[in-house]
Antibody, heavy 123, light 107 residues
Framework: EVQLLESGGGLVQPGGSLRLSCAAS????????MSWVRQAPGKGLEWVSG?????????YYADSVKGRFTISRDNSKNTLYLQMNSLRADDTAVYYC???????????????WGQGTMVTVSS | DIQMTQSPSTLSASVGDRVTITCRAS??????LAWYQQKPGKAPKFLIY???SLESGVPSRFSGSGSGTEFTLTISSLQPDDFATYYC?????????FGQGTRLETK
């Protein structure tokens, strides 16, 4: 079964750090672009960051997290990471990892999502 | 950045109705658009890619259309399980962006 399982969320003080993990199973993890998407309580979806296939030589960030968050992947462990530094109250959200859809030459959108992990930034 | 605007924000409808949700992009995105359904407390579900291609397993009452800057998601005959929030998302360029969502509620 194709599955993504996030972990690492929790309560952190403003200015603090947290590292999220996303364990993938059931598909060839290294062959897919992966992303993090978040959703603040009662709000819509916001794409946060993405990383390219293979070694992840290309990374992409939303302006709201650029310079504070770092995405990475360990293909030997089938795991995606999000290192979050200098956290702010407006980073409070459920964080989802998501697999990019790709079938032949049709690639785009996210076909597999994890269950999400909650990050709360508060003193 | 490409902004995605959905309308309406809320849609009231009844089982059996035909409903349409519109998504507009602030610049052309060709057909690089996806649609998702989300229910409270759950992760989004992938419905449509490339503006009009139905993901495997998604009921045929869902359909998408459009290209360039204007897109629609249509549900031909609403079923009880379809009441949820729907999001469009462009993948023409980074940063990827979502619409603000359309909440489909029971009339």
């Amino acid at each position: 079964e194709v599955q993504l399982l996030e972990s690492g969320g929790g309560l952190v003080q403003p200015g603090g750090s947290l590292r999220l993990s996303c364990a993938a199973s059931g598909f060839s993890f290294s062959s897919y672009t992966m992303s993090w998407v978040r959703q603040a309580p009662g709000k819509g979806l916001e794409w946060v960051s993405g990383i390219s296939v293979g070694g992840g030589s290309s990374t992409y960030y939303a302006d709201s997290v650029k310079g504070r968050f770092t995405i990475s992947r360990d293909n030997s462990k089938n795991t995606l990471y999000l290192q979050m530094n200098s956290l702010r109250a407006d980073d409070t959200a459920v964080y989802y990892c998501a697999k990019r859809y790709c079938s032949g030459s049709n690639c785009g959108g996210f076909d597999i999502w994890g269950q999400g992990t909650m990050v709360t930034v508060s003193s | 950045d490409i902004q995605m605007t959905q309308s309406p924000s809320t849609l009231s409808a009844s089982v059996g109705d035909r409903v349409t949700i519109t998504c507009r992009a602030s610049q052309t995105i060709s057909s690089w658009l996806a649609w998702y359904q989300q229910k409270p407390g759950k992760a989004p579900k992938f419905l449509i890619y490339k503006a009009s291609s139905l993901e495997s397993g998604v009921p045929s009452r869902f359909s998408g259309s459009g290209s360039g800057t204007e897109f629609t998601l249509t549900i031909s005959s609403l079923q009880p399980d379809d009441f949820a929030t729907y999001y469009c998302q462009q993948y023409n360029s980074y940063p990827l962006t979502f619409g603000q969502g359309t909440r489909l509620e029971t009339k």
